[in-house]
């Protein structure tokens, strides 16, 4: 089913008149990211203005808001000029968006007109009339000067998020503060929060609906095959456990034989809003990570394949961008899951050094190049990771410069061989 946000998310020769039927029908009325319009109207520039200042969205120029059989009018091919004159007209500076015409076979010369706006793309802010318009839930509204004091000193309000770091990943630590644990592979994200979602905890409905996404997500899958591949099979689906608070969430997962003082696999899904009540920009921070214990469950290593650990990262990435974890994550939120960015970066821990860690591969140590037990890696903002093709691409530089800081060659090749022989 086509949402907002996966329109949003189309290429451009993607957007299709099924899609644009698809959205309406299901009656997802005016928000943060979405508008209709019958016609062009001044109000469109205004509204452009407005979400560029705010997370982007949707504005379908052709669309009436009246209840009728079909919302889909359409409007003559002259309005994509007439939305192109009114943005540089209007817009302080001249700006205009995206728009991607969607023709109606049954109408001569009639279309839907797509309106994307990407509020990285636009320059911030975008005045009217020397005032700045925001989007609110369902209309615009205007700045005040501490919103518009916001609004200059970022570039973008998803820009925002891209300076957070989560914090240092850690490999878990027995007694004598030894690693307990083979290897750490963890992801992450901040999720920006509507400011009436600021004042409320986390609620129980909204973080089990998480735990459902999750349960039926490629992270799922992924582990529960990986523990049926060594015999071990048995699982507890994504739980609360540990430390859970009213603003902090954890979730475990777990697989491996039953009764065992220690899964082989476990993964841990977390949920933080790390700010005060009431703070007027909070995130909240979400990580996955995936621990592997082959080591202390079996006393042996299991070998870590390439293909092993890139579909494991695959996973994890495919995870936090799937459509269900994503609706999950933005009712949590209080936002739209079209302004929800994407994972931020890698990070790989090991018990070992990496040359031990990936022995195998056909990979070759490099003498005296010294190694590594880790890797913090930053994901290319102009990587689309809901499409497969460009997440593996994503993935194949991440485990180049892996293998590279810790001395090993040879991982382009693998790569190479691991893509001739994937389905």
Known sequence: MTSAASLFACRPADVTLERVRELVAIGQPESLTL???????????VSVAAMANSYGGLILVGVTERSVDDRIIGVPED??????????????????PEIIPVPLPDSIGRMILVVR??????????????????????????????????????????AATAGLRLPPA????????????????????????????????????????????????????????????????????????????ARKVRLLWQGGPDGAPVFPLEAVARIDLPDAYGTPVSHLQVSLQVVARFQHTFGRTVPLSIARLHELIDAL???????????????????????LPQPLGLDFLSSTDMPDLLAG?????????????????????????????????????????????????????????????SP
């Open 117 to 158: 706006v990407d509020p990285a793309k636009a320059p911030c802010p975008l005045l009217v009339q020397g005032a700045a318009p925001i989007r609110l839930h369902g209309r615009n509204a205007v700045a005040d000067r501490a919103g518009l004091a916001r609004l200059i000193n970022e570039t973008a309000p998803q």
């Open 361 to 421: 591969n056909g990979l070759t140590l490099v003498a005296d190049a010294g190694t590594s037990r880790g890797a913090n890696l930053l994901a290319d903002p102009g990587v689309d990771q809901r499409d497969p093709a460009e997440r593996r691409e994503l993935i194949d530089s991440w485990l180049q410069q892996i293998s590279l800081d810790s001395g090993l060659l040879g991982m382009e090749k693998v790569l190479e061989q691991l893509r001739s022989t």
């Open 79 to 96: 309005a994509i000029v007439q939305i192109v004159n009114g943005c540089h007209q209007t817009l302080e500076p001249p700006w205009e």
């Open 35 to 45: 508008e209709y319009k019958e016609k062009y109207t001044p109000k469109v520039p």
């Open 317 to 339: 990435t495919a995870t936090l961008v799937d459509a269900q974890v994503t609706e999950a994550l933005a009712a949590l939120a209080g936002v739209d899951p079209l302004v």
């Open 170 to 245: 850690d490999l878990p630590m027995d007694g004598q503060g030894r690693p307990s644990a083979d290897f750490l592979v963890r992801t992450g994200m901040f999720v920006p929060v509507d400011a009436s979602a600021t004042w409320r905890p986390l609620s129980e409905r909204g973080v089990q609906a998480f735990a459902d996404a999750l349960n039926n997500s490629p992270l799922h899958r992924d582990l529960f095959q990986w523990c049926a591949s060594i015999g071990e099979g048995g699982m507890n689906p994504f739980h609360r456990s540990g430390f859970n608070r």
